[in-house]
């Protein structure tokens, strides 16, 4: 079993629509990173949080450290937010590595 | 910008050709990174470099190898490639180990094994 999953593993939305994408992860960590990952491969890194909430723009980002979860929303949802989103953590203790989940592959239709 | 490079962004060969994918940066991190990502799996830890200081993951295949030459540039060879290496290889660099510093990634390099 991964020690990070998220779920769903695909999500499919109306253009508008609010998105949620959920992360749950089984070992103590010091942060966890919300990656955008685009057709083509290239990631990039859209949180990085250790507790409580973060937004950008259309994008917000929420940990609870006890319940070891954590959500992405996307409000307003566009066709260019469609992308493969990742979680990742990086565990108590190991500041070397990130943990990632299999991602959540998102498709927003006009 | 300041940024990861890598290349090229698409690599061909041949079973048990040698081949070297590179990367490079112009953030003057101090931690290089090379991730393996096959298809719809996660990224996985192949090794990363705290400044010259190579570390590899136990699980890490003796055909993968690293270099880094100097700050900026990091390369990973695979001594003979097999159809099972095919696969998205990333690399991403941070400022250093700390919790509070992000990993900025490149745009990838797709190995394809023929």
């Known amino acids: 079993k991964n020690e990070v999953e998220q779920s769903p593993q695909n999500l499919t939305a109306q253009e508008g629509e609010f998105i949620t994408i959920n992360c749950s992860y089984s070992?103590?960590?010091?942060?966890l990173h919300w990656l955008q990952q685009h057709p083509g491969g290239g990631i990039v890194s859209l949180f990085m949080?250790?507790?409580g909430k973060k937004k950008h723009g259309r994008l917000i980002a929420t940990i609870n450290i006890q319940e070891k979860h954590s959500s992405l929303h996307i409000t307003a949802s566009h066709p260019r937010d469609s992308a493969v989103y990742i979680c990742?953590?990086?565990?108590?203790?190991?500041?070397?590595?990130?943990?990632f989940g299999t991602g959540t592959r998102l498709q927003v239709f006009p | 910008d300041a940024m990861v490079i890598q290349n090229p962004r698409y690599q061909v060969t041949q079973f048990g050709k040698p081949v070297t994918l590179s990367c490079s940066q112009t953030?003057?991190?101090?931690?290089m990174y090379w991730y393996q990502q096959k298809s719809s799996q996660a990224p996985k830890l192949l090794f990363h470099?705290?400044?010259?200081?190579?570390?590899n993951e136990a699980d890490t295949p003796d055909n993968f190898q690293s270099r880094r030459p100097n700050t900026s540039f990091c390369f990973l060879d695979i001594r003979s490639p097999g159809l099972g290496d095919a696969a998205m290889y990333l690399c991403?660099?941070?400022?250093?180990?700390?919790?509070?510093?992000?990993?900025?990634f490149g745009p990838g390099t797709r190995l394809t094994v023929t």
């Open positions: 991403a660099t941070s400022r250093g180990r700390a919790v509070s510093y992000e990993q900025y």
């Open positions: 070992v103590g960590i010091s942060a």
């Open positions: 949080l250790s507790s």
């Open positions: 990742a953590v990086r565990p108590k203790g190991n500041t070397d590595k990130l943990l």
């Open positions: 953030l003057n991190h101090n931690v």
């Open positions: 470099y705290y400044d010259k200081d190579f570390n």
